[in-house]
């Protein structure tokens, strides 16, 4: 950091001088970026900010308005301070209008008592301020290092904001479009003192820029994204006090280095499966991105054992329920063996299939059928297998452990979901696809509700297809483009008027029953309603309005998760 006009002040070679201030001592801890001795009333011109000010006095205008002038070019271009020092123009005070014209600016006003050799005060600043420039470009080097490395190795979220917390000595949070964590280092902090209300006090948290300093909360945020595309925000929960005009956060590079570093590994996530799940992971994205032609698909899983042409073509989307999301490489584990043990499940019913991870929480299955199976039974006997082996593997992780206790079961509890058949390889996209929509869809519903084995399409509507674009950040904007102001609104004001919108629509825009469902009488309803209109700039008497709202409501359903 450049040394602050306090700082400067406490110098052995400034002591000597005897200093005074004698305006503007709320603003000494402006940096001092350099010192410049001048004698000219217009000196303004030849400066460009951050500059210390050292002077006799001996030129300066003797009037009041020109005094007022002097102090007020000089703050306007951006000086940290103004030192002037009796023995040649003022003896013992300082002019009435130069004080309070400083003062009225907040400039610092210095007067040394004393006379100083000027050549002593600035080489002895001026090396301040090359020590501190050099600092910085130590740091900056070794924070480069450091993310560079972390690049090159491909490093988990996780392990990017660790280092991030690390190295600025504060908690670090990344968060999604939505304000949802994904990942967090507490930075020795308590983790509840952390993240409660996470999502309503950094909805309240929006710097100009794409990285700024928020004055109110002390928070420094980053954007974090790539190619044009954001997806998340990098923040640095600590709050530094009060950051002198133009000057930037310390922490400002090493965030958005910290923030560089995300989105490019998000860009090249290595792939830590078999190389036989690989194969077929492959082959399925190949079907899902058109990146592979038919004969390509076909040509392939032929050899893989995996015969499709002439065929009937099942997709099914598998996903865990789970409590909360464990860290980044528990999780990895836990979709590898969830991969495996599809496969496992596949086998054993005997049925050809391609098996391999969809993305990070899902396995896609390829089922090919014969012309002679029955697809009701096979998919019967494909959901009932995965379940009995998901039990066993449960009651192997429950095993005895070291201390000759029991550790917690990973019971992984599955949810099938099974797309439309398809003829051709041509076909094939389209039923994974179905069965995608109505996995995440699926996830939606009480474990243990349902007695069929599986879920299909007629189980998915519109909340299935918003949840499964939840983590598209367009549809986050959307949710914040239509709701954003009224959720700032309840986070800072502590109101329920999204409660009201959302009484208010699933009430079929009836405002008496509306009313009724929400225990308030209809003129306080009203004035809710109204208020939520003038917060929204729209009209709820217009049913495109409502309908964009409704859906804006059941896409924040879905994004929270």
Request: hydrophobic share 45%; with cysteine; charged share 25%.
């Amino acid at each position: 950091m450049l040394p602050t006009v306090a700082r400067v002040l406490d110098l052995e070679v400034m002591r000597r001088g005897l200093p005074q201030v004698v305006a503007g001592a709320a603003h000494l801890e402006r940096p001092v970026r350099w010192v410049h001795v001048s004698e000219l009333p217009d000196v303004a011109g030849m400066l460009q900010g951050g500059e210390l000010v050292l002077t006799t006095g001996i030129a300066l205008p003797e009037d009041r308005e020109g005094l007022a002038r002097y102090v007020r070019e000089l703050d306007e271009v951006g000086v940290a301070g103004l030192v002037i020092e009796f023995g040649r123009r003022y003896f013992d005070t300082l002019p009435r209008a130069l004080v309070h014209a400083a003062e009225q600016r907040g400039l610092p006003l210095i007067a040394l008592r004393r006379e100083l050799r000027f050549v002593a005060v600035t080489e002895a600043v001026h090396a301040l301020v090359v020590n501190a420039q050099l600092e910085q470009l130590r740091t900056s080097e070794a924070v480069h290092q450091v993310f560079n490395e972390l690049a090159v190795e491909g490093a988990e979220p996780a392990e990017v904001v660790r280092q991030v917390a690390r190295m600025a000595g504060a908690p670090v949070v990344l968060e999604n479009l939505a304000h949802q964590v994904l990942a967090h280092d507490t930075a020795g902090r308590p983790e509840a003192e952390l993240l409660e209300g996470w999502e309503r006090r950094s909805r309240g948290v929006r710097p100009p820029g794409r990285t700024g300093h928020d004055p109110r909360s002390g928070w420094l945020v980053t954007a974090v994204g790539a190619r044009g595309q954001d997806w998340g925000r990098l923040i640095l929960v600590d709050d530094p006090g009060p950051l002198p005009d133009g000057t930037a956060h310390p922490h400002a590079m090493l965030l958005e280095r910290g923030a560089a570093t995300l989105a490019l590994n998000r860009l090249v996530l290595r792939d830590r499966e078999s190389l036989e799940r690989q194969t077929h992971r492959t082959l399925l994205s190949g079907i899902l991105t058109h990146a592979l032609t038919v004969s390509e698909v076909a040509l392939r899983a032929q050899a893989l054992g995996v015969p499709l042409e002439g065929r009937r073509l099942v997709g099914v989307v598998l996903r865990q329920r789970r409590g909360p999301s464990p860290a980044a490489l528990e999780a990895q584990a836990r979709l590898r063996d969830f991969t495996e043990l599809a496969a496992a499940a596949v086998r054993a019913c005997r049925l050809p299939a391609l098996v391999g991870a969809l993305d990070d929480e899902g396995v896609g299955v390829l089922i090919a059928l014969g012309s002679q199976q029955d697809e009701h039974a096979a998919l019967d006997g494909f959901a009932a297998a995965l379940r009995k082996l998901a039990a066993e593997t449960g009651r192997e992780t429950g095993a005895a452990g070291p201390a000759g206790g029991r550790q917690p079961a990973r019971t992984i509890q599955p949810v099938v979901a099974v797309g439309s058949s398809v003829g051709s390889v041509r076909d094939a996209r389209r039923t994974l696809l179905e069965a995608t929509q109505v996995a995440d869809a699926a996830l939606h519903d009480a474990p243990g509700g349902r007695a069929a084995a599986y879920y299909r399409l007629p189980d998915v509507r519109l909340r299935g297809l918003l949840h499964l674009l939840r983590d598209d950040a367009r549809l986050q904007t959307y949710v914040e483009r239509e709701l954003g102001p009224l959720l700032a609104y309840d986070a800072e004001h502590g109101g329920q008027l999204v409660q009201m919108l959302r009484i208010y629509l699933e009430q079929g825009r009836n405002k008496s029953a509306a009313a009724d469902a929400a225990h308030l009488s209809r003129p306080s309803f009203y004035d809710r309603l109204h208020k939520v209109e003038r917060i929204l700039s729209v009209d709820l008497d217009q049913v495109e309005s409502c309908l964009s709202l409704h859906v804006a409501l059941l896409a924040l359903d879905a994004v929270r998760r």
